[in-house]
Structures are given as structure tokens and as C-alpha cells.
């Protein structure tokens, strides 16, 4: 389950779409670890995250208080700015909840973040790229989208599709990236992002 | 996934929906069943308004597509739920990953192309080749009848998933030929794979494997995932 890396953007885009995880390990820490799935929750939910997520459920699919309330095994929080990223490891740090902490982002940046919340990193996961039959891809736009969602459940003809809709003046930016984060199982989609993006696809008349 | 004739009124709602394009719209809307991957996505949408998708689970091998395409659908042959495994999410707890070693994740499919097993097959055999232990809990792992050999079972090979996960790991003197032969049969695969690289960071925080990253100009995203630390009780040799 890479489900938060390789996460396609430029320096730009990526600085605002950060993912922080807690994760329990199975047969070691798992015991009582639900409840401290809905404290991490809690905590992040005091920092205005932009998406928060469990394994079947979402913000955008489900009430927040009910993904809190439904944590299970793993539990995510998308946030949009580096100073909440510090604010939450930092939080989690006297928390002291000994479940496995993961943050996705710019590693510059969360090695930052780490330093100022007096953690140091213990395993990093680069990302490499796609190698293989690259043609098959859709536009490097797309993939922005697409791609955070690490599942692929947000189709790279919806985000097409929304776009249109935009440009027909049907859909808002804002209101098609939350349809479309609703589609992200885990709750990793950044709408935020995502509203940015769209509104970039649809044209330079459109703002998010 | 099909789609009931009878009841498809050829709104053509559903298409944009469909992560492999697999909806096909004629006077009505119908799936092409060796390129659906049994994701669920156009069900769970809930955009069809007579309510014409049908699911049934289907009957092994066919039954992979959707334990390995549908994040919400445990691995019921494999025991594992998910994709892949915990992999260095939790690896401050499990110590899977050591100073000295490098994980190598291999998605074949990734990011939403989707992959047959036999490219899966052909990746993993090279890797093999290549010196690579597999993760035993991964999902692919479980699929080998030669876990030696990188070798999946004959059955699962024609099956289409939207991805799924090599996950291997290699001393750090063996990175190089690991990363040469992915380079080449990157060449002879008919789809995408994504690439991670994983490392335990040295005390300095420095990760040596970037730098053999640079010396082989693989060149690497400015983003990954940081585990920083704080998971309990901690891995055997990271007691601190």
C-alpha cells in the first residue's frame, strides 16, 4: 500500500498537499489501536485539514464524525500548508499514541517540519517515477489529479469531464474536486489541490 | 461488473467513471469484461439512475481482479488486506527494513493503466535474477509457485488488475544490477509500473542510497513518505 506516494506535480503544487498517516502494526501495537486511529483523527481535525480518511471512507463520502468514529487499522489527514504539518507532528508527539506516524510530501519540507517538532526521520520512501509503456498515460495535468488518489478510483475521464463541466460554467472548481474526492475510498484526495488544478485545466478566466 | 440490458436507459452517466474506459457506449452501456478490473468505482459512484450495475464476486482466478483493483475488498485467497502490505509505514515497529538494505516496491499498473499478471510475472522474474527476497506477506508474493524464481502460478497470469505490488528488497551493494535489470525489462512490458525505494535514514539523517541513485541518474520525485518515528515499542536494534 503506496497509496500516498508518487504523487505527480512541480515544486509549486506539491508545496500545498501534504498527507499525514498513522498506521498500527499488525500483531505488534494493534491492540487498542482504533481509539488512538480516532484520537490521531482528533488532533488533526483541530488543524483544518483538508481531507481526513479512513480505509472505506472520506470526508466528502461520509461525516467527519463518523470517519472518526469508524477509524479502523489506518487513519489519514491531508492538510495544505507546512506550519499544520509541524503544528500535528508536534501535537502527536506528547500525544505519544505509539502507533506508527508517516508523512507524505516534500521531503525537504517534511524533514522541516520533523526538525522543528523535534522528531528526526527514521525510513524514507522515494519515489522513482513510472517506467514502462509511458505512452499510455493520460497529460501530465491529469496525472496532478489523478494521482492523488492512489488507488486510481478517480478516473482520468471524470477529471476530463469536470473540467467541461466547468468551462460550460455547470460545475465550480471547488464543487468538482470534492465530487471527485468523495471517490477516494481513503480519504488521501487533496481537494484543495485539486480545486486549483481544475480550475488551471478549465482555462484562465476560471479561478478555484 | 456488468450492466443489466434491460434496464440500462443509455444515459451514458456512467462512462466517465470507469478508471480502465471500459464502458462502452452503443444503444446502451455495456462492459468489456476482459478490461474491467471489478473496481467497483462505477457502482459505488452511484451515478447509473436505474440502478443497472450488477456485482457478483467471481469465482477464482477472475476473483483477484477485484481483491487487488477494490481498495474497499480484503485479499481473501492471500489473508492480506489491501494491495500490499505495511511496507515502511510501520517499519519503526517491524524493523522490515534495516540500515544497509534498500526496499524496492514495483507497482505494475500504476498509476491507473492497470497490468496483466503476466507483466507482473516478467518483473518479478527479473528481479529474481537480480537477487531479490520477496516480501512473503505481499499479495504478489502469495501468487508465486517459485518465490526463488520470481515465478507466478500459470492460472493468474491472463488476469487484468488495476495494479499490484512487487515488493522485494536488496542488500545495498546489489541496488545497482537491481535497478539495470528494472531499467531493462521497463523495455518488454505492455503497461506503466511506479517505482519506490525505500531506506532507514543513518543517525545524521542522510540516506545513502541517494547517491547511488544519482551515480545511476535515476532520477527521483522531490516527494515521498517520511515515517518519523514515533510508533511503539520500537524495532529490535532501535531501541534508543
Not at chain 1, 91 to 107: M, N, P, R, W
Not at chain 1, 188 to 203: D, I, Q, T
Not at chain 2, 71 to 83: A, D
Not at chain 2, 138 to 163: I, N, Q
Amino acid at each position: 500500500m503506496t497509496h500516498t506516494l508518487h504523487r505527480i506535480g512541480t515544486a509549486d503544487g506539491l508545496s500545498g498537499d501534504y498527507v499525514i498517516l498513522c498506521m498500527r502494526a499488525a500483531g505488534i501495537n494493534d491492540v487498542g489501536s482504533d481509539a488512538k486511529l480516532q484520537e490521531f483523527l482528533r488532533i488533526a481535525t483541530d488543524h483544518d485539514p483538508k481531507n481526513i480518511g479512513s480505509v472505506r471512507m472520506n470526508m466528502f463520502s461520509h461525516k467527519p464524525a463518523e470517519v472518526i468514529a469508524n477509524a479502523h487499522s489506518i487513519a489519514h489527514a491531508v492538510f495544505d500548508n507546512q506550519q499544520a504539518v509541524t503544528q500535528v507532528l508536534r501535537e502527536l508527539k506528547q500525544a505519544d499514541l505509539g502507533l506508527s506516524i508517516v508523512v507524505s510530501g516534500v521531503l525537504d519540507s517534511v524533514n522541516e517540519c520533523c526538525q522543528q517538532a523535534g522528531l528526526k526521520r527514521h525510513t524514507v520512501e522515494f519515489s522513482l517515477g513510472i517506467w514502462g509503456m509511458t505512452d499510455k498515460l493520460p497529460s501530465n495535468e491529469v496525472l496532478e489529479v489523478t494521482t492523488m488518489c492512489g488507488h486510481a478510483m478517480v478516473s482520468p475521464k471524470l477529471v476530463e469531464s469536470m473540467v467541461a463541466d466547468i468551462r460550460k460554467g455547470a460545475k465550480n472548481p471547488d464543487g468538482a474536486a470534492k465530487e471527485l474526492a468523495s471517490h477516494c475510498c481513503c480519504g488521501v484526495f487533496n481537494p484543495a489541490r485539486a480545486a486549483r488544478l481544475l480550475a488551471e485545466m478549465a482555462g484562465p478566466d476560471i479561478n478555484p | 461488473m456488468r450492466i443489466d440490458e434491460d434496464s440500462c436507459i443509455a444515459c451514458g452517466l456512467c462512462v466517465p467513471y470507469c478508471p480502465m474506459g471500459a464502458i462502452n457506449m452503443d444503444d446502451i452501456a455495456t462492459i468489456d469484461e476482459d478490461e474491467c478490473i471489478d473496481c467497483g468505482v462505477c457502482l459505488r459512484a452511484k451515478v447509473c439512475p436505474v440502478d443497472a450495475f450488477i456485482y457478483e464476486p467471481a469465482p477464482w482466478p477472475r476473483s483477484l481482479r477485484a481483491v487487488f483493483s477494490d481498495p474497499t475488498t480484503e485479499h481473501k485467497e492471500t489473508t492480506v488486506t489491501g494491495r500490499g502490505t505495511e511496507e515502511m509505514k510501520t517499519n519503526d515497529v517491524t524493523g522490515r527494513f534495516k540500515r544497509g538494505w534498500v526496499g524496492i516496491g514495483i507497482e505494475l499498473g500504476r498509476p491507473g493503466v492497470g497490468a496483466r499478471f503476466r507483466d507482473v510475472d516478467k518483473v518479478a522474474q527479473a528481479m529474481a535474477r537480480s537477487g531479490a527476497r520477496f516480501e512473503p506477506n505481499s499479495p504478489v508474493t502469495l501468487l508465486m509457485e517459485d518465490v526463488g524464481a520470481g515465478k507466478l502460478r500459470d492460472d493468474v497470469l491472463d488476469e487484468k488488475v488495476l495494479s499490484a505490488i512487487i515488493e522485494c528488497g536488496f542488500p545495498i551493494e546489489k541496488i545497482r544490477i537491481a535497478l539495470t535489470a528494472l531499467k531493462e525489462v521497463a523495455q518488454d512490458v505492455d503497461t506503466v509500473f511506479s517505482v519506490d525505494c525505500i531506506s532507514v535514514a543513518e543517525p545524521d539523517g542522510s540516506l545513502p542510497v541517494d547517491k547511488i541513485l544519482s551515480e545511476l541518474e535515476i532520477s527521483r520525485y522531490i516527494n515521498g513518505k517520511t515515517n518519523v518515528g514515533l510508533g511503539r515499542p520500537l524495532a529490535e536494534g532501535e531501541r534508543r
